[in-house]
């Protein structure tokens, strides 16, 4: 309750401001002309008196008047109590001259100090009206002086009074008179400025209330204010008709963004939502949303078939793709669509978008089709919390652990590194690689998770290998760019090589060119330094066919690049080739420090056709080679269930020969192979 009053107060406060400093010379005309009429009665000390108290709250009103000034808001409390007590204060002050005349003997003094009383009861009333928390804080103890003044006059002995006693009484008559007509006209002054406010106040809520429902960079809806469109939308579906609901994710964002500045990237965003609001009107009662970053989305009602939606999205992908003027460039981008339909499972709010959202991750996959219609024949049902407790049980249990991947040197055949490759060693189904298991580990949010508890077993692996005096060489782990970019991501990391404080020099984490599509660029090239200095070595996978460019090396720094099986395969057969991978060679060598070089190949054959008869590489210059050890093609596992890293070397590996051999150039243009499952 006490809360309620003090906010009302400092609303009231933020116009008694105004009205403080409004009248001043009228106040101080008024104050003058009453003392001097108290003087001439005798009270002469009491004028002196009077006026410190009038001069005193005059000088804080301006002086806080003058703090406020500018400031729409209303005050705070401190200032609100300042205020108040000053005004309380100023209006007693301005009673104390009807208490000293109501003694007087002489009747129209005494009637002088009567209507002096009434006119502070009329100002107060027609400024204070519209304000009742400062006006019934005045004219209470204008009441109680009322009283005060009522007793002194009943005990008052008149006398004959002399003619100026009466010229007094009729001046005041005509000052009553004339305050009482300009306090009228403030009133009305008042009012202007309570309702100013008030429109003032409205227009700030519809602003807080369009801000709170649309993205303030685009103006469209944001996903609260998109989800209620939708669920009125499918209120009121006709028969036979249905509403759409498609996700759009532009593709080629990032490099938008990083090349010519954020100011281009808002301004291509502000150019879809332009398209997609025009899109979404043409439809008819459609609606478009930005759900954050580079996410948006249409609702279209009245759609007629699952055709009419596949060439609505159609147009959109049209209208995206139309070029963006940027100063005096024209930046293009697309979208990948991911399309829910009624009719087609769950009709609301929530089943449209999560159909729309897995057929967005679908088109973004698919290269062939920037669009893809929500069918739940054709894609798998959402995973459940049981799914993400029997993951985290596999992990806890050890069914999911690493197996380990060697790099073999061609000239010796020996182990000199390994990759770990998670496995699940599931108790029915046998062993599963990477692809049944991680895309439900990345749907559930258990990356951190499952990085951890692989890292944490790979690096005990190795300190199990450093204390039986054997070297592991360069062990792999590979760390998603989300690990990277996060702060949390990156503590936990430090906090796993603290507690395997020996492992930092035979570690490498491998990442892949998603690294360069993350809004956390910053942060990653931090993290990358970071961990270079604990002595953890970097190796970028896949280079050449993602996102990475000569730029991207030059900003961060790495320690291996594994060329793609793309660029290898054909080495000796397709001169393009050879070049391609000689400058790679020949960049990771003019490197400062050096790069290694690590390329997969499916065939060994391709491997053989890139060395010559004298067993030296035609496309490196100075870089000694030999032929990747023969391995035979089994089906056992790298790692056998219940094996340590330690017993896992070139033996129980030869049984288990690769479906691809690789080669590694290292920073003394040694060449390795690596063999994988």
């Known amino acids: 309750m006490l809360t309620l009053i003090i906010d009302k107060l400092r609303h009231e406060t933020r116009f008694v401001i105004h009205i403080a400093t409004r009248d001043l010379l009228k106040h101080l005309a008024a104050v003058s002309m009453i003392l001097a009429i108290c003087w001439y009665a005798g009270w002469r000390h009491e004028v002196f008196q009077i006026a410190a108290l009038v001069i005193m709250a005059e000088v804080v009103a301006r002086i806080v008047a003058h703090h406020q000034m500018g400031d729409d808001e209303d005050p705070g409390t401190v200032v609100t109590l300042i205020i108040w007590t000053n005004n309380v204060t100023s209006t007693m002050s301005f009673l104390l001259p009807a208490v000293l005349l109501a003694g007087q003997p002489s009747l129209p003094l005494m009637l002088g100090g009567f209507m002096w009383l009434f006119g502070i009861y009329v100002h107060i009333s027609n400024t204070f009206i519209a304000l009742p928390l400062y006006n019934w804080s005045q004219m209470i103890p204008g009441f109680s002086v009322a009283m005060w003044v009522f007793a002194t006059a009943e005990k008052t002995t008149f006398v004959h009074a002399p003619p100026v006693d009466w010229w007094i009484a009729a001046g005041l008559m005509v000052v009553y008179s004339v305050n009482t007509f300009e306090t009228m006209n403030q009133q009305k002054d008042t009012q202007r400025a309570l309702d100013s406010a008030r429109a003032e106040a409205n227009a700030r809520l519809q602003a807080l209330e369009h801000l709170s429902r649309h993205d303030a960079l685009t103006g469209l809806l944001n996903r609260h204010a998109f989800d209620e469109s939708l669920e009125k939308m499918l209120a009121r579906r006709k028969s036979g008709q249905h509403v759409g609901v498609f996700l759009l994710d532009l593709d080629g964002f990032k490099p938008i963004n990083d090349t010519y500045s954020h100011e281009a990237g808002d301004a291509v965003l502000v150019a879809i939502a332009a398209r997609l609001q025009r899109i979404a009107g043409e439809g008819g009662g459609g609606v478009a949303a930005r759900l954050g970053g580079d996410e948006f989305a249409l609702a279209v009602p009245a759609l007629g078939s699952e055709r009419a939606a596949m060439r609505l999205a159609a147009h959109v992908t049209h209208a995206i793709e139309m070029p963006i003027t940027y100063g005096e460039r024209a930046l293009r981008i697309a979208a990948s669509i991911g399309i829910g339909l009624t009719g087609n499972g769950d009709d609301s709010v929530s089943g449209l978008c999560a159909g729309a959202d897995q057929a967005m991750y679908r088109a973004k996959s698919d290269h ?310």
């Open 368 to 677: 062939q089709n920037r669009a893809m219609l929500f069918d739940p024949a054709s894609f798998a049902p959402r995973l459940s919390l049981n799914d993400r407790q029997h993951l985290s049980e596999a992990m806890q249990q050890g069914e999911i652990r690493p197996c380990y991947q060697p790099k073999v040197d061609l000239d010796t055949g020996a182990i000199v590194g390994f990759e770990a490759l998670a496995r699940w060693f599931h108790p029915v189904r046998g062993m599963l690689p990477p692809s049944e298991f991680l895309p439900q580990i990345n749907e559930l949010g258990l990356q951190g998770d499952f990085l951890t508890h692989i890292a944490r077993h790979v690096l005990g692996d190795v300190t199990a290998l450093i204390a039986e005096e054997l070297c592991p060489g360069a062990v792999s782990i590979n760390i998603p760019e989300v690990t990277l970019a996060t702060q949390t991501g990156r503590e936990d990391l430090d906090a796993l090589l603290a507690a395997y404080p020996q492992t930092a020099g035979h570690i490498t984490f491998e990442i892949t060119e998603d690294v360069f599509i993350a809004r956390a660029g910053d942060i990653i090239k931090d993290s990358i330094a970071h961990f270079r200095r604990a002595g953890v070595r970097i190796s970028l996978d896949d280079f050449g066919t993602g996102f990475a460019s000569f730029q991207h090396l030059r900003q961060l720094e790495f320690d291996e690049l594994k060329i793609d099986t793309s660029f290898v395969r054909d080495l000796g057969s397709d001169p393009a080739a050879d070049v391609l991978v000689a400058g790679f060679l020949s960049i990771a060598q003019g490197s400062k420090p050096p790069i290694s070089i690590s390329a997969c190949a499916r065939w060994a054959a391709a491997l053989l056709r890139a060395i010559g008869s004298d067993g030296r590489c035609r496309w490196t210059r100075c870089a000694s080679c030999s032929l990747p050890r023969q391995c035979a093609t089994g089906p056992a596992p790298i790692r056998p269930e219940g094996a340590t890293l330690a017993s896992t070397g070139p033996g129980a590996c030869a049984d288990h020969a690769t479906k691809r051999a690789g080669l590694a150039l290292a920073p003394h243009s040694t060449t390795y192979a690596e063999m994988e499952i």
